[in-house]
């Protein structure tokens, strides 16, 4: 489910740089802002892999990939702020700075917490699923859980991904000559 919600949440970000690149006059760079999209599917692949083989050094590529993806964004809307004005360019800058700020937090704290669950399964022995073998535990053993401790680690990055990144794409409706 979540890796469905993240798909939804790649397509708004590449809405983001494409809207602005429009609204800059840049078609380079709506041309340029295709490549996210390929970042960004070949990451759920990972997720995917690790989701059903719960080997968690596939997350850390994942994580990274979403990195990748969000710097080649920030790069493009940096362009998209040297060659604009006015509230183009300010939502470039905030687009820039929210774009670094989830490479920082990727790079700081995602990418290595996946890197301790990885080194941690390893030390333990943990044998890891082959893909068919982790779809059906996944279809039949896992079970959804909404206690704090399940979800306690992850939440610095779910909860603004969820909340956070939806408010800033209602509020792209309100900007002018939107």
């Known amino acids: 489910m979540l890796s469905w919600w993240r798909t939804l949440c790649l397509l708004a970000v590449l809405n983001v ?10 078609p380079w760079v709506q041309k340029a802002a295709w490549a996210i999209p390929v970042f960004m599917v070949v990451a759920q692949g990972f997720c995917w892999h690790s989701v059903l083989t ?3 050094i596939t997350q850390a590529v994942e994580s990274s990939l979403w990195a990748a993806g969000f710097s080649w964004m920030a790069a493009l809307l940096g362009v998209i702020a040297l060659d604009s004005t006015g509230w183009v360019r300010s939502l470039a800058v905030f687009g820039i700075l929210g774009s670094m700020a989830f490479v920082a937090y990727v790079a700081g704290v ?8 990885y080194q941690h399964g390893r030390a333990r ?27 306690k680690a992850d939440a610095l990055w779910l909860t603004p991904y969820f909340s956070v990144g939806v408010w800033i794409s209602i ?8």
Not at 17 to 26: E, F, N, R, T
Not at 134 to 148: I, Q
């Open 125 to 151: 022995g943990q044998a890891y699923m082959r893909l068919d073998q982790g779809a059906r535990d996944a279809w039949h053993r896992r079970v959804p859980s909404g206690s704090w401790a399940a979800w």
């Open 110 to 117: 995602d990418v290595p917490m996946y890197w301790r669950r």
């Open 17 to 26: 740089c494409l809207w602005l690149a429009v609204h800059a006059g840049l």
């Open 54 to 56: 719960l080997n968690h």
């Open 171 to 178: 509020a792209m409706v309100c900007v002018p000559g939107a």
